[in-house]
């Protein structure tokens, strides 16, 4: 069944151009034009997928992303003007799935999407994923093995780590101090110095070509992103 998104936006032109698009494909929409009608909307309509714009006449979207997340966990992806890296990082560490920034394509968005659509079926499915095979890589977090090309690839316990937790999230950036937080149970500062380190070494082992990676994407300032197949 097509998803049902909601958008909060106060751009009437996006909101059109948008709607447009998302019911061309069959998708259901639902639209508020400030906050406290899309919180209101949200509590009502029970959608599946939340957009959401940052700059918002009544909430900033950064406090709507918070007070969703204490209570759901519905994908969220902002779609906003603001381009600064520190904008990003405090809509994802606040619990955003990801950021677009305007302009943008309705094909990126649509990608996008698509990236939160399989990530409430593999919630919904409930099958504990063991074995991930992508392109040359197997992963196989029950026995521990890293396969590239079938030859087994031998990882430190916090390259392991980081590898299973981009996996966890493919397809989605993971903030720096998302990674250390979950890798090395830090708080905010995460240490992007030792991360770089470690995904430097990470990405040797599993990549036939660092300098142009196929699966551990740099999200320049922000974070990684682990490609979707
Ligand atoms: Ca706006």
Redesign the pocket.
């Known amino acids: 069944m097509a998803a049902k998104i909601l958008v909060i936006?106060?751009?009437n032109k996006i909101i059109n151009f948008v709607t447009m698009a998302l019911k061309a494909k069959g998708y259901s929409i639902l639209t508020a034009r400030n906050g406290n009608e899309g919180i209101l909307s949200f509590c009502t309509e029970n959608p599946d997928i939340m957009l959401l714009?940052l700059?918002?006449p009544d909430i900033d979207g950064v406090e709507i992303i918070k007070q969703v997340r204490n209570v759901s966990n519905i994908p969220m992806i902002i779609v906003s003007?603001r381009e600064q890296d520190s904008d990003k990082i405090s809509a994802l560490d606040a619990g955003a799935n990801d950021y677009v920034t305007k302009p943008f394509s309705m094909g990126e968005l649509m990608a996008r999407i698509r990236v939160m659509e399989r990530l409430i079926e593999r919630e919904t499915a409930h099958v504990p994923e063991s074995v991930y095979k992508f392109d040359c890589l197997t992963v196989d977090s029950e026995k521990h093995r890293i396969l590239v090309d079938d030859t087994e690839v031998h990882l430190t316990p916090i390259e392991y780590k980081l590898l299973l937790l981009l996996i966890a999230n493919r397809g989605k950036v993971v903030t720096h101090s998302q990674i250390s937080k979950e890798v090395w149970g830090y708080g905010e500062e995460g240490d992007s110095k030792s991360i770089r380190v470690f995904m430097a070494s990470l990405r040797r082992k599993i990549e036939k070509d660092t300098s142009s990676p196929r699966f551990i994407l740099t999200e320049i300032g922000v974070g990684y992103r682990f490609a979707e197949e």
């Open positions: 936006e106060d751009d714009d700059g918002l003007a």
